[in-house]
């Protein structure tokens, strides 16, 4: 039997965690030379502390110390900083370095340091896109670092993340199945998207967003002009004090990356983003700083020994934002040409330039980076790591590309949930997961006095939700039907407006073998904004909030949507839907408390309701409908749940003409029967458009309303009588109207 933790030790002796005891790996250049430490416990950057679950019982335990008593523990160097990417130094000779210009005998390094961030970690297809806290997939920062012997340190530093809207693939064994699908809506979608560039505008300065996804994939069209959507209507686009575009805190640009390198140049033209963002390039700069060994006075004497310190010269004002679908190839060969410009800019403010062997070791420095990157997240090294390498592309990198691209189907699809498990328990996110207990006496017994008292200083908040379901038996949505009376029952004096709505339908679209392979989403489109239009102009007064769309889901003919007001967004995390092929759909969204919603499409049709309840004696004789001008046999049924009394019989004649189109609404009902009778079930072959309207229960009264309603369907409407009420119909799904109560969270 394996060990239980066989899985963790081999994810942490793959080669893509580096630790230090005395050098803070989680903050850029820029940001350490700020702290005045080179190690310092409280400044270390959590967003790319890999083992901070690990170390947060003795980070808090630390925190409870007095000054003298953290210094011994620091010195113990118990505590570690450890990130998760890629870390490697090259050695540049004294006769090729690039800076030839300041006079020395000792070599310099160039390194690479990529760190990639632990809040939304995960593999290809099961960390995509943002989440509440504004936290992206596959969040990557690469920092460049060029180091002369003289002092003198050159760095420069770019970002890549997934697309920061909310959206999912689905795996598959060919790229047709693996589908984008964009879980929430515009609206429920900015807040997130704003704060993350808000975070990335604080640490960063001015963003510039690199997109290179395709205009004419599928899939990456729609990520495109949703990503374009939430830029223009980010508060980061807006100019400050001027109406200059250049003065704007967020900008994107738009580079087809496949479009342009198709041609005959291949991936020689990828080269050509240097034209449209050279001007960009040049107003971000770089970090350029100097260590000075000792100070000296203006005489020239020197000072008493002091110790070494850092003076910083350029500081860089931006940051460069890459991303393609996977931020993992693509996005790795625009990295390398970003960081050989920023180099360039370097060396020409100088007056110098680099050689070929200083180039080609840094492309192979950032072949390495992708290599390994591409490793964590989709299973197998980067595809164009030839032309990255060695700058072009031979038969023999092809080969491998194809060869890593069926790994990569193979492991994403057969490996990947393994992955993610084990890096889910790395970082404490595991259903269930308990941190190490250290035993502190003192902060337990204040924890404990705390927790008896919290009701003083703390509130708790009613939340209405409304849940409803209905089927739609394929029919779309149309102005001439309301459904304001069960989407928006009347409210008691004391009754609010729902915080959240949920909506099921069944049978949104016809289950065709056509819908069933590939399940056509517009018509759910539709419904979303015909719900959305009712539950807005219905609000109790004009001061509430709007509802906006949180998640939607559909499989095949069962869609769930979810709705919230917008001043809700900012209580709501972590919002996970599901779809399970056992017909249904299912929404959990997470705030101080847990809410799943189900959407599941029960067997329809009259011939399967049966199997969904249990079923009275079948009659032995059961005509309903003859093709005589006499009335129908003895039938005997329960009672509707209208209540109604209806005294016309059905004759062969009414049939007949109902059957022709001639008569829109003919009653069934039988004439007469024994009280006390057992009902009993219509025969098989009744007509398409008879419905069901009642559920089945014993007869105690004589004579009894009646069951069936025979009606037309020329006009499309399911609407009873014109009067704007939605039928009830137990058959097809129930269709009731729910009343709030309070949802106390736990």
């Known amino acids: ?44 950057d959590e967003e790319f502390l890999w083992n901070a679950y690990m170390i947060d019982p003795l980070i808090r335990f630390r925190s409870r110390l007095s000054e003298d008593e953290r210094k011994i523990l620091d010195a113990s160097r118990i505590l570690t900083s450890a990130i998760r990417g890629f870390v490697s130094t090259v050695t540049i000779s004294a006769a090729g370095s690039p800076l030839r210009g300041l006079k020395t005998n000792y070599p310099s390094t160039l390194s690479l340091l990529s760190r990639l961030s632990c809040r939304r970690a995960g593999t290809r297809f099961n960390a995509r896109g943002i989440d509440d806290d504004g936290y992206v997939a596959n969040f990557v920062e690469s920092e460049t670092v060029l180091w002369h012997p003289s002092g003198l340190c050159f760095s420069y530093v770019q970002i890549r993340g997934s697309v920061p809207i909310f959206w999912e693939q689905a795996t598959g064994l060919l790229p047709t199945q693996q589908k984008i699908h964009i879980t929430r809506s515009p609206e429920a979608t900015q807040p ?20 290179l996804m395709s205009a004419t994939r599928m899939g990456e069209i729609e990520l495109t002009a949703r990503y374009q959507y939430h830029t223009q209507h980010s508060p980061l686009n807006r100019a400050i004090g001027s109406e200059s575009p250049s003065e704007h805190r967020l900008i994107q640009s738009q580079f087809d990356f496949h479009a342009e390198t198709k041609g005959p140049s291949g991936y020689e033209a990828a080269s050509m983003v240097r034209q449209l963002i050279q001007d960009r390039a040049d107003s971000f700069t770089y970090l350029l700083c100097n260590t000075v060994d000792a100070l000296r006075n203006p005489s020239g004497q020197s000072e008493m020994p002091c110790k070494d310190h850092t003076a910083v010269i350029i500081q860089q004002q931006g940051v460069f934002r890459v991303n393609c679908l996977d931020c993992l190839d693509r996005t790795n060969l625009i990295q390398t040409i970003l960081s050989q410009m920023a180099i360039e800019l370097f060396l020409s403010h100088r007056s110098e330039h680099a050689t070929a062997d200083f180039w080609m070791r840094h492309s192979s420095i950032w072949a390495d980076n992708g290599d390994a990157l591409s490793k964590i997240y989709a299973g197998t090294g980067a595809l164009k790591s030839s032309f990255t390498r060695h700058g072009k592309m031979s038969l023999a990198g092809a080969i491998a590309d194809a060869r890593k691209s069926a790994t990569r189907m193979y492991i994403n699809n057969f490996a990947d949930k393994g992955r993610q498990n084990t890096v889910d328990m790395l970082l404490g ?34 939340i209405y939700i409304y849940a409803g379901t209905f089927n739609l038996n394929g029919k779309s949505a149309n102005n001439r039907e309301d459904m304001s009376a069960w989407l928006c029952p009347q409210l008691g004096s004391q009754e609010k407006q729902p915080d959240i709505v949920a909506v099921g339908f069944q049978e949104i679209v016809e289950l065709s073998p056509q819908q069933i392979m590939s399940t056509d989403p517009s018509r759910r489109q539709v419904w979303e904004q015909a719900v959305r239009l009712i539950i807005n102009n219905k609000k109790k007064d004009s001061t509430q909030e709007e509802y906006v769309l949180l998640r939607t889901g559909q499989l095949v003919g069962a869609a769930l949507m979810v709705f919230v007001k917008s001043n809700v967004l900012k209580k709501i995390k972590n919002v996970e839907g599901s779809v399970k092929k056992v017909n249904g759909c299912s929404t959990t969204v997470e705030g101080p408390s847990s809410l799943p919603s189900i959407d599941r499409h029960v067997w329809n049709g009259w011939q399967q309701s049966m199997k969904r309840k249990p079923a009275p004696p079948v009659p032995k004789k059961p005509p309903l409908l003859s093709n005589s001008n006499t009335t129908t046999g003895p039938i005997k049924y329960p009672r509707s749940a209208s209540g109604d009394t209806v005294t016309t019989a059905v004759d062969g004649q009414q049939a007949k003409s109902f059957l022709a ?28 458009n008879v419905t069901k309207i009642a559920s089945t229960r014993a007869v105690t009264s004589d004579p009894p309303p009646p069951l069936f309603k025979i009606r037309t369907t020329r006009s499309g409407s399911d609407m009873d009588g014109g009067r704007g009420n939605l039928l009830d119909r137990d058959n097809e799904g129930a269709s009731t109207i729910p009343s709030l109560q309070p949802f106390r969270p736990r």
Not at 192 to 211: M, P, Q
Request: aromatic share 10%.
């Open 661 to 688: 189109g001639t008569r829109d609404d003919v009653i069934l009902r039988p004439p007469s029967y024994r009280k006390g009778s057992k009902p009993t079930i219509p025969p098989a072959g009744l007509p398409n």
């Open 1 to 44: 039997m394996d060990h239980p933790c066989i899985e963790l030790k081999k994810i942490l002796s793959g080669g893509t965690f580096y630790y230090s005891v005395d050098f803070d790996l989680t903050n850029r250049l820029q940001d350490r030379l700020s702290e005045g430490s080179a190690f310092d416990i409280d400044t270390l």
């Open 429 to 462: 996110r595991l259903v269930g997961q308990q941190p190490v207990y250290l035993h502190d006496p003192v902060n337990d017994f204040i924890d404990s006095e705390l927790q008896e008292r919290a009701h003083e200083f703390t509130t708790a908040e009613d």
């Open 192 to 211: 997130a998207f704003d704060k993350h560039f808000e975070r990335l505008e604080l640490t960063y300065g001015t963003v510039h967003i690199l997109n």
